[in-house]
């Protein structure tokens, strides 16, 4: 009897929760407006999914985008920077040509510098070597005269100083130039070291000055 009593409680209890929904206002929907409903409430489902699918898609666009942009800079900057090195690396080379040019160029002036530098010690060392051995200016005078192959007269211009040697050997420069018959000397200051000999074939300058210079434009590139 407990159970029977249970149940019909549990039937009440149904008809009465279904007698206060048929008393709500869903209730009384008519199909229509059912359908109605539905349709409202899909399309606002569609608009929510639309306008979400849209934002999905403008972030992951603008994702892309910014991606692309960084991908596009990043290459930019690297051609630029390549191009910046390549640049700098034609500079340095222009300028290392350039320095190099100058160190050879540098040498270059060195080399006839010194080469003039060593002419002119050369000069001063045979000057002292003249005026000390007076012998030297007798040598010089017999090599010079054994080029002169025609006429048989020459005079001898040197330097004042040195004519006394050159007149007390006269016999002997004539002796060892065979074809020589007379010989004069003629002091002349103008002649530092060295002599000149004047005779029918010509004019010898056998100045040590005069050989020297020579010397001195064969370093430097100014003799023709």
């Keep these: ?14 008809k ?3 007698a206060v929904a048929d008393n709500t206002p869903a209730a009384r929907w008519t199909r229509s407006q059912i359908e109605e409903r539905y349709r409202l409430a899909h399309e606002a489902g569609t608009h929510l999914g639309y306008a979400e699918g849209y934002a999905r898609g403008e972030a992951n666009g603008l ?8 991908s596009q800079v990043r290459q930019e900057s690297e051609a ?21 040019q100058g160190v050879d160029q540098w040498y270059s002036e060195a080399e006839k510098k010194l080469a003039v530098l060593a002419i002119e ?4 060392a045979i000057s002292q070597e003249l005026s000390i051995n007076q012998e030297a200016v007798l040598q ?3 090599q010079v005269l054994s080029e002169v192959t ?3 007269h020459v005079r001898l211009r040197v330097n004042p100083i040195q004519t006394a040697i050159l007149d ?11 074809h020589l018959r007379n010989i004069e000397v003629i002091a002349d200051p103008n002649i530092s070291d060295g002599l000149i000999v004047e005779s029918d074939s010509g004019v010898i300058d056998a100045r040590i000055e005069t050989y020297l210079q020579r010397l001195t434009d064969q370093v430097t590139g100014e003799a023709a």
């Design 1 to 14: 009897m407990r159970e029977y009593s249970s149940s019909r409680s549990f039937l009440d209890q149904l």
């Design 16 to 18: 009465t929760t279904h």
């Design 63 to 70: 994702e892309i985008g910014l991606e692309a942009g960084i």
């Design 80 to 100: 630029s920077h390549q191009e910046a090195i390549a640049a700098f690396a034609q500079d340095l080379n222009a300028t290392l040509e350039r320095a190099q």
């Design 121 to 124: 010690i050369a000069q001063r």
């Design 140 to 142: 010089i005078a017999k």
């Design 150 to 152: 025609t006429g048989n």
């Design 168 to 178: 007390s050997r006269r016999e002997e420069i004539l002796q060892s130039i065979s």
